[in-house]
């Protein structure tokens, strides 16, 4: 189970849209007239009215389910989820209409609702899409619905708002970490995606307990990205790359094992013979054939922050005396 959060200004588009929609049907309704679209349309004008200032007025949620739950849904079963789900978004308290789509292959519900409640209030909406994300993959895992095994199969056009933009992460980190093994690799690597990482400290210490990514000036943790995507899965999968690296040999040892296959074929003097008459060239210029290790655990963002912490430190100092 999913859900896309939408906010608009216009009660009159999204209830026509809902409900001219071929095979559209109104499973669930409160405080509306379910039989009559310019009626259902009034209705909710009618309760904007009590907040005149608040221009995106209409909250619309779409509910979906993978098609391999369609056996265990039914129209009662998805008008419980959708109130259940409000409940847990803390959508109280207002009008609302739910109303069941059939164009696609998986099942799935529109919910339109009034942000301005009975008593003219606004319903917050602060943070809905993390929440939103949270009570979706809780109800998906208590009522035991399906739950997709891989993000690839995700239809990246369809995406919109935070969506797009946490799949988007998800692919470059996926991406990047195929090759980085260092945290500065993988900021470099992310940063040229427009993506930034951010480090989150156990209070007092510079252990870092946690990683934030931006992108668009919106944050997700790493859990939210994927649950693969934990600091300590990240950090574990970069050491996993660099002893990789440091266990392949280098194109220099590569080099110099041939060399001394084609000597000792030809009978030639080993370089143990020779050694006296000092280094070779081409163990001069195989010498300078390296693969750099960055030995520092995390990358410019921390040091960044130690930067500003020495700078602030230095500063009180200064003022102290």
């Known amino acids: 189970m999913i859900a896309k959060v939408i906010t608009g200004k216009s009660f009159g588009g999204c209830v026509r849209y809902l409900l001219e929609k071929e095979k559209a049907k109104v499973i ?9 679209v310019k009626s259902i349309i009034a209705d909710l004008n009618a309760q904007r009215k009590l907040r005149p200032t608040l221009g995106n007025a209409v909250g619309h949620t779409v509910l979906s389910w993978s098609k391999e739950d369609s056996s265990k849904l039914t129209e009662e ?20 209409l739910t109303v069941l789509h059939m164009d696609r292959q998986h099942p799935h519900v529109h919910i339109v609702y009034n942000r301005v409640d009975n008593s003219g209030k606004t319903i917050d909406n602060y943070n809905h899409w993390k929440k ?5 993959r809780e109800m998906t895992e208590r009522h035991g619905y399906h739950i997709a095994k891989g993000k690839d199969r995700v239809n990246r056009q369809s995406l919109r708002g935070n969506d797009k933009l946490r799949y988007e992460i998800y692919d470059n980190l ?4 195929q090759k980085a093994a260092s945290w500065k690799q993988l900021e470099d690597h992310l940063s040229a995606k427009g993506i930034a990482i951010h480090y989150k400290y156990r209070s007092g210490t510079n252990e870092v307990q946690g990683i934030l990514f931006e992108k668009d000036s919106v944050k997700f943790k790493g859990s939210e990205i994927d649950r693969s995507f ?3 899965n990240i950090n574990s999968r970069l050491n996993e790359n660099l002893q990789t690296i440091e266990n392949t040999p280098t194109l220099a040892g590569q080099i110099r094992e041939i ?10 003097p080993t370089r143990s013979t020779t050694e006296h008459h000092g280094q070779g060239l081409f163990d001069i210029l195989l010498d300078g054939v390296q693969i750099y290790n960055d030995p520092n655990p995390v990358g410019d ?3 960044r922050r130690r930067k500003r912490k020495k700078q602030e430190v230095e500063q009180s100092r200064g003022i102290g005396r």
């Open 174 to 177: 996926k991406a990047a970490l």
């Open 28 to 36: 669930d309704g409160v405080g509306v007239r379910d039989y009559d």
């Open 301 to 303: 963002a921390e040091k």
């Open 132 to 136: 939103s994300y949270k009570v979706c």
């Open 77 to 96: 079963k998805m008008a419980a989820h959708a109130r259940e789900y409000m409940e847990r978004m803390g959508i109280r308290d207002t009008q609302y």
């Open 230 to 232: 934990s600091y300590g």
């Open 259 to 268: 060399l001394s296959w084609g000597q000792q074929e030809e009978h030639q």
